[in-house]
């Protein structure tokens, strides 16, 4: 039965193919979305049209013109006005090789440039889910996924003994990019680890855009599923952010399998950003202590961070703080509803009644090993693991982000 099911496999995606390369042209050539954006601005327009020709004809033709013209004239206000008025504000750190770098980035010398439909946060955010709906969809990445064993500590205040075990097991999902048995890619490529967002999986980081990138510049990108992620829980440890301790497992393991590596980064998006600084921050501490078994990266970057996880979900507005809030239960506690609530009832009706998403983050401190969200935040927050950072990080924030408001006092911890 498994031999008629790959082979009836194999044709299938044989028959697929020409689709798949049209989807591909479609979504990651430039002319290509040029004729799909176009396509769907038609779909728009007639649409409109149906619906205008509803109305008497003189009324019709008014409203048909008011609206032709103010979308027109709004968009290309709001458009010139990013395109002209658009600047980078830049906080860097005195070192002379962060300066060298800097000064070699020319994208970070000068404005956004974005496309006509991204003009504002708000307007690019639709089409851009849909967008990367539609590429994990039709054009998913083939990624060789390997299923790794992570043991968690009962007590995350406590050092690992008799009365506090690694009892905490539970399975993430490492998704290598390409294959490491693929012969067209060399097994000793610089090699990124990818911490996805929120509800976040490997197909859509978010997006799959960054991936394809890297690939095309000679880097292997290995996703971390974090637990929860990619499969159920099968142990009632869930960090919404990540835990340090299943990062520094699965580093030592990346070692074991990539050998050859010239190196390894490490990027994190938005939720996933979290883990960089957190988890670097205490391993560089170690290094500087004499800890030449600490995991140490090249360089880091975290794309639309949150930094206080204190306050990070209070910028949400609507309609994505209920967006957010409803896939995250969904994802994370309905789907696990068995394992987290035999472990601590009380503490999953809390979360479940939670009316945003920092709320929940309060509640849910006891499945990530903590006793109380303050002991969570005193062993978690990154802006106190920040100042320890000694390896190059990038962090990148967008001023008209629907989600994550940078601030002074938030780049202040960083930088």
């Known amino acids: 039965f498994l031999h ?25 050539d430039s002319l290509g979305r040029l004729l799909l954006g176009s396509f769907l601005l038609g779909i728009v327009y007639f649409a409109t049209s149906f619906l205008l020709s509803l109305l008497p004809g003189h009324i019709s033709a008014v409203l048909g013109r008011a609206v032709a013209y103010g979308a027109l004239g709004v968009s290309l206000f709001l458009y ?27 994208t970070a010398q000068r404005a956004p440039r974005p496309p006509f439909w991204a003009y504002g946060g708000n307007v690019q955010f639709m089409p851009w889910m849909v967008y990367n709906l539609f590429s994990a969809t039709f054009q998913a990445l083939d990624f060789e996924k390997q299923r790794f064993t992570v043991k968690g500590l009962q007590d995350k205040t406590q050092p690992e003994s008799k009365t506090n075990p690694r009892s905490m097991e539970d399975e993430v999902i490492l998704n ?70 299943d990062t520094e497992q699965i580093y030592e393991m990346l070692q074991e399998r990539l050998p050859d ?69 969904s994802k994370f506690l309905m789907e696990n509803e068995v394992v987290l609530r035999k472990f601590n009832p009380e503490a999953y009706e809390k979360a479940m009644e939670a009316q945003d998403l920092q709320e929940l983050l309060l509640h849910v401190a006891p499945f990530a090993g903590y006793s109380s969200g303050k002991e969570y935040f005193e062993h ?5 693991y920040a100042p320890q950072v000694r390896t190059p990080c990038l962090i990148i924030n967008a001023m008209d982000d629907p989600l994550t408001v940078p601030t002074t006092r938030g780049w202040s911890y960083f930088c």
């Open 4 to 28: 008629i099911s790959n082979f009836s496999a194999m044709i299938l995606r044989t028959e697929l193919k020409p689709l798949r390369c049209f989807w591909h042209f479609l979504l990651h």
């Open 80 to 106: 010139t006005s990013i395109r002209g008025f658009g600047k980078v504000d830049g906080y860097i750190g005195t070192g002379e090789e962060l300066q060298r770098v800097f000064r070699g980035m020319r």
């Open 176 to 245: 290598f990019f390409p294959k490491t048995s693929s012969s067209d890619f060399p097994l000793d490529a610089p090699t990124i680890v990818v911490e996805p967002g929120l509800t976040c999986t490997a197909q859509d980081v978010p997006g799959s855009s960054f991936l394809r990138r890297a690939v095309d510049r000679g880097f292997r990108v290995v996703v971390i599923e974090r637990r929860g992620h990619g499969a159920p829980l099968r142990a009632p440890r869930w960090n919404l952010f990540g835990d340090s301790d």
């Open 261 to 329: 590596a010239v190196g390894f980064f490490w990027i994190g998006f938005s939720s996933g950003s979290k883990l960089p600084i957190e988890a670097q921050g205490k391993f560089d501490a170690r290094r500087e202590k004499g800890d030449g078994k600490a995991p140490s990266f090249v360089a880091m970057a975290c794309i639309c961070p949150g930094y206080n996880l204190e306050t990070c979900f209070q910028g949400f507005k609507f309609p994505y703080r209920q967006m957010c809030l409803s896939s995250t239960k």
């Open 380 to 384: 978690e927050n990154p802006v106190l």
